[in-house]
């Protein structure tokens, strides 16, 4: 059995015990493509957890069916992080340092030695709960891309709020319409690090603009950023960033103002932005997909594989064969 990377107890000395599979009489909507574990406490609740294993992250997606209202205390540990997103219902969870409600659509960052709270669910009212456990050393993979969010959870101390963000982030329709896909066709192994990696980064993006919305002096200023952002981010399978001209008017406002107002929230130009996230985006596709090198290279945009390589090496001291080397033996 895959080793569960949280502990459930229904009381203070009793934890769950997972079995293989789910009974055909559970009738939760089932992924294709994912393994499945099961437990059941008679009267109280059914829990079903599919595993869709990946080098980006261990993804458990939880099924919890309360046959009355139930109170589960919930722990966890490692040197990781646990990006939840909630599918379907609504669940309380309490803490020493925090209480809140987390309702279908919503999203935030847990860290998983923090994990140690109660996780209440109201009967009749089923939850379904994705929690993507991230290693601490994926996330610097992603330090120039959303600067912000992954400079606070590097420094998170524990004796902060359970989640990383003080109220949970709406999804914007995005990560619905990633999972949605994932319902209806499933996951075969062969597309699973990608589709990680998809969801990762939407998730991310919208965690760094809630952010970034403490930073700001207007919602026009946000806007723009958004916009501009969103552009870029778009734009990172090409050779070259969007023109100035065309993300000033996209912005609304003149070039150098937006410059300004870039660099002053994100620490780099608009231009250093593109490129630290173009050559981060490679990196994790060398390191954590079974993609062949020339494709990759194709893939952003290069005709020919030995550019592709010396920039590569420009920008990390390593070849692409080594970075796929060194990954492989430091477990990505």
């Keep these: 059995m895959d080793r569960i990377p949280y502990e459930i107890f229904v009381s203070s000395s009793r934890s769950l015990h997972w079995l293989d599979g789910s009974p055909n009489t559970w009738t939760q909507r089932r992924l294709l493509g994912a393994k499945r574990y099961h437990a059941e406490v008679a009267d109280k609740c059914r829990i079903i957890l599919e595993l869709i294993p990946s080098a980006f992250g261990m993804c458990w997606i939880a099924h919890y069916t309360a046959l009355k209202d139930l109170s589960l205390l919930m722990t966890s540990e490692g040197d ?4 939840f997103f909630i599918l379907a219902g609504e669940v ?5 340092a925090q209480a809140a409600t987390a309702t279908q659509w919503q999203l935030n960052i847990v860290k998983a030695s923090s994990i140690n709270h109660e996780l209440l669910i109201k009967q009749d009212k089923g939850l379904i709960a ?6 601490t050393k994926m996330l610097k993979a992603y330090q120039h891309t959303f600067p912000i969010l992954i400079k606070w959870l590097l420094s998170w101390q524990e004796n902060k709020d359970t989640t990383a963000l003080k109220h949970n982030v709406d999804d914007d329709g995005r990560l619905q319409s990633i999972v949605d ?12 690090e990608i589709e990680m990696e998809r969801f990762t980064f939407q998730a991310f993006d919208q965690l760094e603009m809630m952010l970034v919305a403490e930073k700001v002096a207007s919602e026009t200023e946000l806007n723009s950023l958004r916009k501009v952002r969103a552009r870029l981010l778009a734009s990172l399978f090409h050779l070259q ?21 870039y660099k002053a929230v994100f620490g780099m130009t608009m231009s250093q932005f593109f490129q630290e996230a173009r050559m981060e ?17 194709l893939e952003f945009g290069y005709d020919e594989y030995s550019p592709f390589s010396a920039a590569v090496r420009r920008r990390f001291d390593q070849t692409p064969t080594e970075i796929r080397q060194s990954a492989k033996m430091e477990g990505c």
């Design 80 to 83: 990781k992080f646990n990006l």
């Design 92 to 96: 309380e969870y309490r803490s020493q």
């Design 130 to 135: 994705l929690n993507l456990f991230i290693q």
């Design 181 to 192: 896909a994932w319902w209806t066709a499933g996951l075969p192994s062969d597309e699973r």
């Design 241 to 261: 960033p969007p023109s100035l001209s065309e993300l000033s008017q996209l912005a609304g406002m003149h070039f150098k103002r937006l410059e300004r107002l």
């Design 281 to 297: 985006a490679i990196y994790r596709r060398l390191c954590c997909t079974t993609k062949s090198l020339v494709d990759i290279s």
